[in-house]
Nanobody, 114 residues
């Protein structure tokens, strides 16, 4: 069974920084895209940022200029700066293979206090 292991996250005050990292138990050359979604209570899961194997980086508008995604072959890291209370959510790592198969991490909590 494929595993995506997440680390990082936690509690920080508004304006602070956190990072979350994810490592996929997959050969890096088979992974087309890795990235992060987040889900706040009562809301749908939303894309935060993604990194393709071709070097393309996508960052959602609400976090643009504050969040940075970086990737090696089978790991992805999200650096989150100037955090706001509305960034509070469970952050989920995902990996999509070239075959289309999609895998998810277990989720890690990020809480930003006002």
């Amino acid at each position: 069974q494929v595993q995506l292991v997440e680390s990082g996250g936690g509690l920080v005050q508004a304006g602070g920084s956190l990072s979350v990292s994810c490592s996929a138990d997959l050969p890096g050359f088979t992974i087309q895209t890795m990235g992060w979604y987040r889900q706040a209570p009562g809301e749908e899961r939303q894309l935060v940022a993604a990194a393709s194997s071709a070097g393309r980086r996508t960052v959602a508008d609400p976090v643009k200029g504050r969040f940075t995604i970086s990737r090696t072959r089978n790991t992805v890291r999200l650096q989150m700066n100037d955090l706001k209370p509305e960034d509070t959510a469970v952050y989920y790592c995902y990996a999509r293979r070239s075959s289309g198969d999609l895998y998810w991490g277990q989720g890690t909590q990020v809480t930003v206090s006002a």
